[in-house]
């Protein structure tokens, strides 16, 4: 029996330039995400070197823990799903001059 589940988590990758201004607010920035995409949680971190640098990069967490403690693989994000996200990381005002910053 194949036990499924779609993706809940993302891990975040802040581009190079903005590195400092996202982890300086980076706590704000998973609230508004989780605000946006109500359901899912999200993770910023310094991971590297993933993706081109100059964009986010958007990880889903792809495996869970099912009830008997084994390790299953999660269904794949629809592509609009990450693209919606990476627009919304782009959106982020880490300096809160935008109202809509969380």
């Known amino acids: 029996m194949a036990i499924e589940q779609d993706v809940l988590e993302f891990i975040i990758v802040p581009p190079y330039e903005r590195r400092a201004a996202i982890f300086a607010s ?58 919606e996200i990476g627009v919304t990381c782009r959106e982020f005002d880490a300096c809160g001059r935008r109202s809509f910053a969380a």
């Open 26 to 83: 980076k706590e704000r920035m998973e609230a508004y995400l989780g605000n946006r995409f109500p359901g899912y949680s999200f993770k910023i971190a310094r991971l590297g070197p993933v993706g081109d640098d100059e964009d986010f990069c958007i990880l889903p967490v792809m495996n869970f823990i099912d009830g008997e403690g084994v390790s299953r693989m999660c269904n794949e994000p629809k592509p609009w799903l990450i693209a």
